[in-house]
Nanobody
């Protein structure tokens, strides 16, 4: 099993920044890819960004590319999501996810473990 704990959410004004963290524990060696997803009120959960533990290959949703940056610290088993130029449309619960397959990208079912989520609210 892998446990994921997100932190760093909060309330920020439009144009501001937040950094989310996701600390992984347990059988982290079984995972290859870490991802961030988000779910806004009344909407389905959607992909935001992903990164591989080895090599740090990244991929972003079009809606956040150029504003968000995903990174990882292998020594700390932690993944980060730096969010800049935030917009009210970015308001959502943000979830960290871990996949045991190397080709996990944007589909929820490709990820095996999930955190409890952290709320991000962007005011206009």
């Amino acid at each position: 099993q892998v446990q994921l704990v997100e932190s760093g959410g909060g309330l920020v004004q439009a144009g501001g920044s937040l950094r989310l963290s996701c600390a992984a524990s347990g059988r982290t060696f079984s995972t290859y890819v870490m991802g961030w997803f988000r779910q806004a009120p009344g909407k389905e959960r959607e992909f935001v960004a992903r990164i591989t533990w080895s090599g740090g290959t990244t991929y972003y949703a079009d809606s956040v590319r150029g504003r968000f940056t995903i990174s990882r610290d292998n020594a700390k088993n932690t993944v980060y999501l730096q969010m800049n130029s935030l917009k009210p449309d970015d308001t959502a619960v943000y979830y960290c996810a871990a996949a045991t397959r190397i080709n996990a990208y944007v589909v929820e079912k490709e990820y095996d473990y999930w955190g409890q989520g952290t709320q991000v609210t962007v005011s206009s």
